[in-house]
């Protein structure tokens, strides 16, 4: 039986070939393969985040390690005995993966519907770029020459999605600035990592209310897309699984239409004959310093702490942060806050070690990773999201009057978690 990798390759190259129904039709006929994990192929919105392929060889007790493992409860033995994957717990941290000593959990793919996108010329596609990207397919390949590579490829265009990670950070620096009033009060964030978010949705509710209503950078990066270009369709490219599974959330599903990790956009490029590093530039730098370190663990800290210095800079309670990577520190962290051991006013947490620039299908060391996005935010013409025009421009696009407005309650950056 053809294995999952081999049906992959076979059908993403067939994909850019454009020949993906005369390929599944030799499929049919000539070869034996598995109906599901054609299925998980072909229509990854209808299964989890990650895959459960094959049959479980390990022991009772080894799988029965390997479901309690999982924070979420999103693992359990199905009627064959095979440990599978509840679609609806199942939040993409893809620890599980790693730790499958069967390897028979694989992350889901998203390329085959992407490239059937792509290719349709009466639909226009946005490409929208994790800020993590720097350097992940190589230092020859500035964001210009990506944005060309994307082009190449059949995309309308690409986004950075660190422009809007700058509108978050203005927005969560004027929630601190509204409801921190005293040395009681504290606020928890990242917005920009769903695993955070969902430990505190699932196993931390009594946190909730310290959560400022911030949708991710990825969810205002789709919106804001959409709403200046309705017909649009939206691809995130980043690091991160578990994108995977908030962009079929239903509160903000709206956002984004597929989501691929680096190593899925580097497989297209392979298959087409791509090198990113030889495309020519196409330079729109728009984002500032704040939105391009968001990218590594304490970087929404540090750009909130500074926007917020520059908004109030005599406010009486001044902003503490700490943060922590990692679902183990995560978790320590917010069972400190709940047994009052706290120590800041602001709390990031983020589930991947060294933030996303740790995710797990990264192309480039996590250390390399954060050199580069610190370099990358060196480069900014801006500090702060408050001091760059850009940022102005778009929240007045998109109907936003005043940057004070973003407190309001409104469909693109609002979410009530």
Not at 92 to 108: D, Q
Not at 185 to 199: G, V
Not at 308 to 313: A, V
């Amino acid at each position: 039986m053809i294995s999952f990798k081999e049906l992959y390759d076979r059908l993403v190259k067939a994909s850019i070939q454009n020949n993906l129904v005369e390929e599944l039709d030799t499929l049919h006929v000539y070869d034996d393969f598995d109906p599901y994990q054609l299925d998980c192929l072909l229509n990854p919105q209808k299964y989890a985040p990650v895959l459960s392929i094959g049959d479980c060889e390990c022991n009772d007790e080894e799988k029965k390690n390997c479901i309690n493992r999982c924070l979420f409860d999103a693992l359990y033995i199905d009627e064959k005995g095979n440990v599978a994957v509840d679609k609806d717990h199942c939040v993409g941290c893809a620890e599980c993966v790693g730790n499958c000593h069967a390897k028979k959990l694989f992350e889901s793919k998203d390329i085959i519907p992407t490239l059937a996108a792509i290719y349709d010329p009466k639909v226009p596609v946005y490409a929208m770029i994790a800020p993590a990207f720097v350097n992940q397919y190589s230092s020859e390949v500035t964001p210009g020459k990506l944005r060309s590579a994307f082009k190449r490829l059949g995309f309308t265009g690409m986004v950075e999605v660190a422009l809007f990670a700058d509108i978050l950070t203005l927005k969560e620096a004027l929630e601190f600035d509204k409801n921190i009033v005293d040395e009681e009060d504290f606020q928890l964030t990242s917005c920009c990592c769903p695993i955070w978010i969902a430990m505190i949705r699932k196993v931390y509710k009594q946190l909730i209310p310290r959560v400022p209503g911030s949708v991710s950078p990825m969810v205002a990066c789709g919106r804001s897309i959409k709403q200046i270009h309705p017909d649009a369709l939206t691809v995130f490219i980043g690091p991160c699984v578990a994108k995977k599974a908030e962009a079929r959330e239903k509160d903000v599903a709206d956002s984004t239409d597929f989501v691929l990790t680096f190593q899925e956009m580097q497989d297209i490029f392979n298959y087409a004959g791509i090198d990113p590093s030889k495309m020519e530039e196409d330079v729109r730098d728009h984002s500032s310093r704040a939105g391009r370190i968001y990218a590594t663990t304490g970087g929404v800290s540090e750009a909130v702490e500074r926007t917020l210095e520059r908004i109030s800079p005599d406010r009486k309670v001044r902003i503490e942060t700490v943060y922590a990577d990692g679902v183990p520190a995560c978790r320590a962290m917010l069972n400190d806050i709940l047994s009052g051991k706290r120590t800041a006013n602001f709390i990031e947490g983020m589930g991947c070690v060294g933030g996303c620039v740790g995710g797990p299908k990264i192309l480039i060391p996590k250390e390399e990773g954060r050199e580069n996005v610190f370099e990358y935010g060196k480069r900014a013409t801006y500090q702060t999201p408050i001091d760059n025009p850009y940022v102005i421009e778009l929240l007045h696009r998109l109907g936003f009057d005043t940057v004070e407005s973003l407190l309001e309650d409104n469909h693109i950056f609002t979410r009530n978690i």
